[in-house]
């Protein structure tokens, strides 16, 4: 039991990497800005590291404190920064944030698309860290009613309906065999390749990966039919079964 | 061993306290002792509906505290003979409910009785979840309407997670559907939702079906649960929906629009 009244866990959690190419505060902080208003939701109090390693020329400490501070009134939160260990800074034990290791983490570009020639010099990454997961599957075989939630770290598979202000959320893909009148979020963890099979659709949300679609919409597509939404070049696509 | 059933919905003003009367009025009818407790701490009705508040001396919530015993604070039914109520207390509120207290008023009352009827109070809060915790059996009492059917499936959600049965990992209570205000002219206009939409989007079993009837305002206002009203189309309902309930099978009643007779016409009813 716990003696000293904690625990020591580890835990991973998604974060957002800002990239600079090149030091420009101005620059930065007016892309920043404009990336956030595009997204608010995604980017409140989001988790950020800022990663210097691409820069070419070196960067002052008084600057790298002044980006933090930047970043951090822009409504981030910035848990740590990152540099090429080949390439450490003179002043790296001085900052005020941690510095945290290379990774080997593997990066989806969700910046919309951009010409080349105004592509801004910052580029915000979602970086997923990779880890190994058992893939548990969690089978359900009553409905699952008004204001219950049922989280799958794997796929999950119901057996029955998904009532009406019911949630359910999996790491990997659902599936409901039954009525769909609820909430279903596949890919919570950011698998672009979950999809969502069911009965029959007549969902208030369906979302893969953050990309969602609202029952508005999805009664003009698939509606009380039995359907598959899956995720194709980042917009939902419902097929009926 | 006796049976708890808990009538619930989860909405307030569908008919939990009336169907609560009529059922366990009408179990007593079949010969089984029954008691119906008023689980509505501050709102008591149940006295009024069973029209026996003039004789409510002790409650619920004094035998909980125990500031009297069982046999003080038990009504015994002046129509029905084994039907006893304990009426819930007018001045205290849901808190002076606790699940110990509960629990030992139940395991008290189960030895005497047959069937134990909790009439529940509306909402989700602690006065609902009191009224379910012990049962074997809900009674789901739902009006054919949206917000109703809603709230009823999240009543039926609470009775599979936070029931005793279910924290206790055994066989999960019984549910049965009751549909009260059923009024099949507006389910014909489209204007309310129809038994197949309200049994599609629940999926529990039927118990019964109550028509909308004056007969309903009638008893409540009487003191006298509508089950004795045998004359009633509500009451001949609830008789069915009692006789289901105790395993029988009985063809569903009063779903159909009634044509208006030609007399009844020419005199423009």
């Given at each position: 039991?716990?003696?000293?009244?904690?625990?020591?866990?580890?835990?991973v959690?998604?974060?957002?990497?800002?990239?600079?190419?090149?030091?420009?505060?101005?620059?930065?902080?007016?892309?920043?800005?404009?990336?956030?208003?595009?997204?608010?939701?995604?980017?409140?109090?989001?988790?950020?590291?800022?990663?210097?390693?691409?820069?070419?020329?070196?960067?002052?400490?008084?600057?790298?404190?002044?980006?933090?501070?930047?970043?951090?009134?822009?409504?981030?939160?910035?848990?740590?920064?990152?540099?090429?260990?080949?390439?450490?800074?003179?002043?790296?034990?001085?900052?005020?944030?941690?510095?945290?290791?290379a990774?080997?983490?593997?990066?989806?570009?969700?910046?919309?698309?951009?010409?080349?020639?105004?592509?801004?010099?910052?580029?915000?990454?979602?970086?997923?860290?990779?880890?190994?997961?058992?893939?548990?599957?969690?089978?359900?075989?009553?409905?699952?009613?008004?204001?219950?939630?049922?989280?799958?770290?794997?796929?999950?598979?119901v057996?029955?309906?998904?009532?009406?202000?019911?949630?359910?959320l999996?790491?990997?893909?659902?599936?409901?065999?039954?009525a769909?009148?609820?909430?279903?979020?596949?890919?919570?963890?950011?698998?672009?390749?979950?999809?969502?099979?069911?009965?029959?659709?007549?969902?208030?949300?369906?979302?893969?990966?953050?990309?969602?679609?609202?029952?508005?919409?999805?009664?003009?597509?698939?509606?009380?039919?039995?359907?598959?939404?899956?995720l194709?070049?980042?917009?939902?696509?419902?097929?009926?079964? | 061993?006796?049976?708890?059933?808990?009538?619930?919905?989860?909405?307030?003003?569908?008919?939990?306290?009336?169907?609560?009367?009529?059922?366990?009025?009408?179990?007593?009818?079949?010969?089984?002792?029954?008691?119906?407790?008023?689980?509505?701490?501050?709102?008591?009705?149940?006295?009024?509906?069973?029209g026996?508040?003039?004789?409510?001396?002790?409650?619920?919530?004094?035998?909980?505290?125990?500031?009297?015993?069982l046999?003080?604070?038990?009504?015994?039914?002046?129509?029905?003979?084994?039907?006893?109520?304990?009426?819930?207390?007018?001045?205290?509120?849901?808190?002076?409910?606790?699940?110990?207290?509960?629990?030992?008023?139940?395991?008290?009352?189960?030895?005497?009785?047959?069937?134990?009827?909790?009439?529940?109070?509306?909402?989700?809060?602690?006065?609902?979840?009191?009224?379910?915790?012990?049962?074997?059996?809900?009674?789901?009492?739902?009006?054919?309407?949206?917000?109703?059917?809603?709230?009823?499936?999240?009543?039926?959600?609470?009775?599979?997670?936070?029931?005793?049965?279910?924290?206790?990992?055994?066989e999960?209570?019984?549910?049965?559907?009751?549909?009260?205000?059923?009024?099949?002219?507006?389910?014909?206009?489209?204007?309310?939702?129809?038994?197949?939409?309200?049994?599609?989007?629940?999926?529990?079993?039927?118990?019964?079906?109550?028509?909308?009837?004056?007969?309903?305002?009638?008893?409540?206002n009487?003191?006298?649960?509508?089950?004795?009203?045998?004359?009633?189309?509500?009451?001949?309902?609830?008789?069915?929906?009692?006789?289901?309930?105790?395993?029988?099978?009985?063809p569903?009643?009063?779903?159909?629009?009634?044509?208006?007779?030609?007399?009844?016409?020419?005199?423009?009813?």
């Amino acid at each position: 039991m716990t003696d000293s009244g904690f625990r020591l866990k580890g835990s991973v959690v998604t974060t957002v990497l800002l990239e600079i190419q090149t030091f420009s505060l101005d620059d930065i902080v007016f892309h920043l800005k404009e990336k956030i208003d595009q997204v608010p939701h995604f980017f409140n109090q989001a988790p950020i590291i800022i990663d210097i390693s691409k820069m070419k020329r070196g960067i002052r400490i008084e600057e790298f404190e002044t980006l933090i501070q930047s970043v951090s009134s822009l409504g981030l939160g910035v848990i740590g920064w990152r540099c090429d260990p080949e390439n450490l800074p003179a002043w790296k034990s001085s900052v005020t944030i941690p510095l945290l290791p290379a990774s080997k983490a593997r990066s989806i570009d969700t910046s919309p698309v951009i010409k080349k020639e105004e592509c801004p010099d910052v580029v915000v990454k979602t970086v997923i860290e990779e880890r190994l997961v058992p893939q548990t599957t969690k089978v359900i075989t009553k409905p699952i009613r008004s204001g219950q939630q049922v989280y799958s770290e794997g796929d999950l598979i119901v057996l029955t309906q998904v009532s009406a202000g019911a949630e359910v959320l999996a790491d990997g893909n659902i599936h409901v065999y039954g009525a769909l009148r609820g909430r279903a979020l596949a890919g919570v963890k950011g698998d672009v390749e979950a999809r969502i099979f069911c009965k029959s659709m007549e969902a208030e949300l369906v979302s893969i990966a953050g990309n969602f679609m609202l029952s508005d919409t999805l009664q003009d597509i698939v509606w009380k039919e039995s359907a598959q939404v899956l995720l194709v070049d980042d917009s939902l696509e419902i097929v009926p079964l | 061993m006796a049976k708890i059933i808990v009538v619930t919905s989860g909405k307030g003003g569908v008919g939990k306290t009336t169907s609560s009367a009529a059922i366990g009025t009408g179990i007593a009818l079949k010969g089984h002792k029954t008691v119906i407790i008023d689980f509505d701490v501050g709102l008591r009705n149940l006295d009024l509906i069973m029209g026996c508040e003039r004789r409510v001396v002790y409650d619920f919530v004094n035998v909980i505290n125990k500031e009297a015993t069982l046999s003080q604070a038990l009504i015994k039914d002046k129509r029905t003979p084994g039907l006893f109520i304990l009426p819930a207390s007018q001045t205290r509120d849901k808190d002076a409910l606790t699940t110990e207290g509960v629990q030992e008023v139940l395991e008290d009352l189960a030895k005497e009785f047959d069937y134990i009827i909790c009439d529940s109070p509306a909402g989700i809060e602690r006065g609902a979840q009191m009224a379910l915790y012990f049962a074997d059996a809900a009674i789901v009492v739902t009006n054919p309407e949206v917000s109703s059917v809603r709230d009823s499936d999240r009543i039926l959600g609470i009775l599979q997670s936070k029931s005793k049965r279910a924290e206790d990992g055994r066989e999960p209570i019984e549910e049965y559907l009751l549909l009260t205000r059923y009024h099949p002219e507006r389910v014909a206009l489209g204007e309310m939702l129809s038994v197949s939409d309200v049994e599609d989007i629940l999926a529990i079993p039927l118990i019964g079906v109550i028509p909308e009837s004056e007969a309903v305002l009638k008893a409540s206002n009487q003191g006298a649960p509508v089950i004795l009203d045998v004359e009633s189309e509500a009451g001949q309902a609830y008789i069915d929906a009692v006789d289901r309930l105790m395993g029988e099978e009985r063809p569903l009643r009063f779903l159909e629009v009634q044509k208006k007779s030609f007399i009844k016409r020419l005199l423009g009813g």
